[in-house]
């Protein structure tokens, strides 16, 4: 139980901190201007908006772009070596300690997961209404060439609206924004403790250009997308509508279980020959 | 707690070299520090104190020699040292934390939460345990007496406090002076390590005294 408390203490205290509040912002405004041109269209046509927006938030690849960034920023504070960790870390041990970062990994891409649905809701208000169906304004924008009538900065894919529930392709996004953001944190976590932090800011920003890249590649280049997670957050390209060879949702889940088992192990391996410095940022 | 002794717990260093690089700052380092004493290190900042303190803590690796805890060798990828208390560097906290919030929370750690316990050590270290003041608006000295707290609060074999007295006012160095010698009665092997040599002098029983890298035997 104590161990319990002390894991979720640990989380607590790291994640309610300036970086998430920079995330919070960051995302709002990005999301703000994606999705506002959605409601100006909607008081136009008035037509309600439904809440299930951001699957299709995460087929612009602007947008999956900023969101890499706003993740690596985020973690930006890995291997978590800040000064007061020194006294926890001598207590719990490298291999217990390497446990509760991952643990505390975790935890904050389920959060920031959940943060994200919540921003992405909130700029539909005052025309947001809560229903289990499409409804009829992305429906309008998926059929007819409305949305570039009224500049309407998304794109909405009529085999997502006509082929897929809102509420299971929700869940199925919520689902990969948690293992995209997640698993990015693990590269980086685990690369901070085999070479050094300035090296896994840069391969998460790789990760980050990456999803540009396989969008610009993914004709020529689609074994891509399986080594970028943030494209992932497209689902078209997980319902095989990108390109042939693109990994399904299980395929994703394997990649991601895997990934997360081989890093666990390179992390926990190498925190006992890694010199140990501490730094005074937050 | 006396028969704690018969355990007989010591920490020996035997000929430890450490580089950054190419620059050498631990040279064929030698040193016992054994249980119901206090062993002490002189030397100026920069000298390499710091580094051989986190050397035997397992918190930097070791290029050559060994580190034998209680006689037994700690290997190349051993853990971290257990049961020590620390004061490495700087006193670092949880700011937006009370000093007693700040204890239960590294306490919990390996313990049941004993507020009342954890209230004692506060008071042992000239603390007061009601406060809620946040740690990021203590003094230096309220820091460092709470870092104290922190390492003694387990009741560790070993203590092992870089610059332990740093921020403290007299009538606190008196005090953690006092608090350091029952400590040593109590049977813990302790290992200070200073730039004033009043400090190390009154306290020690033995003396070592460092300068780039090379450490001497003074007493």
Known sequence: MNKTKHVWQDFVNNFFSRRLLFFCVFQFYIL????????????????????????????????????????????????????????????EGRKKWVYAKILRIWMSAVSLSFIEVVLSILPLFPCLE?????????????????GLEYNVKLSFSYELIIEHDPFITMLIFGIILCISTGLVGMIM?????????????????????????????????????FISPFSWMNLLLLYGKVCKNAPSF??????????????????????YIKDLDWTDEE | MRSDFTKDKNIKVKDVCKYF???????????????????????????????????????????????????????????????????????????????????????????KNNR????????????????????GKYSMGMR???????????????????????GLDSHGVN????????LKKRGKVILIASHNSEDINILCDNVYSMESGVLKVLR
């Open chain 1, 189 to 225: 976590f685990a690369v901070s403790i085999c070479v050094n932090r300035t090296t896994a800011v840069l391969m998460g920003t790789f990760l980050s250009v990456l999803s540009v890249v396989f969008a610009n590649l993914y004709l020529y280049q689609q074994w891509i997308s």
């Open chain 2, 21 to 111: 690089g190419k620059t050498q700052v631990l040279d064929h380092v030698n040193m016992e520090c054994r249980q119901g004493e206090i062993t002490g290190i002189i030397g100026r900042n920069g000298a390499g104190k710091t580094v051989l303190f986190k050397i035997i803590c397992g918190l930097l690796s070791l290029d050559s020699g060994e580190i034998l805890i209680n006689g037994i060798k700690r290997e190349r990828q051993a853990d971290v040292l257990p049961s020590v208390g620390i004061i490495i560097e700087e006193p670092a906290f949880l700011k937006y934390y009370s000093g007693i919030k700040n204890l239960e929370y590294l306490y919990m750690i390996n313990h």
């Open chain 2, 144 to 166: 460092q007496r709470l870092a104290i707290a922190q390492s003694i609060m387990e009741e560790p074999d070993f203590l092992v406090l870089d610059e332990p007295f740093n």
């Open chain 2, 175 to 182: 005090e953690m002076r006092e608090l350091f010698l029952e």
């Open chain 1, 32 to 91: 703000h201007y994606y999705i506002n041109s959605v409601k100006r269209f909607s008081i136009v046509v008035d037509y309600p908006a439904s809440p299930w927006i951001l699957p299709f938030v995460g087929q612009n690849v602007y947008f999956l772009f900023i969101y890499g960034i706003s993740v690596i920023y985020f973690y930006s504070n890995i291997p978590f070596m800040q000064r007061n960790e020194m006294y926890a870390l001598i207590r």
């Open chain 1, 130 to 146: 809560w229903t289990a169906e499409w409804g009829k304004l992305y429906n309008s924008l998926a059929m007819t060439n409305a």
């Open chain 1, 250 to 271: 299980s395929a994703v889940i394997i990649v991601a279980a895997i990934s997360v088992f081989i890093l666990s192990g390179i992390s926990l391996k190498r925190i």
């Open chain 2, 116 to 135: 009342q316990y954890l209230e004692s050590i506060m008071e042992k270290v000239g603390l007061d345990p009601k406060s809620k003041k946040h740690v």
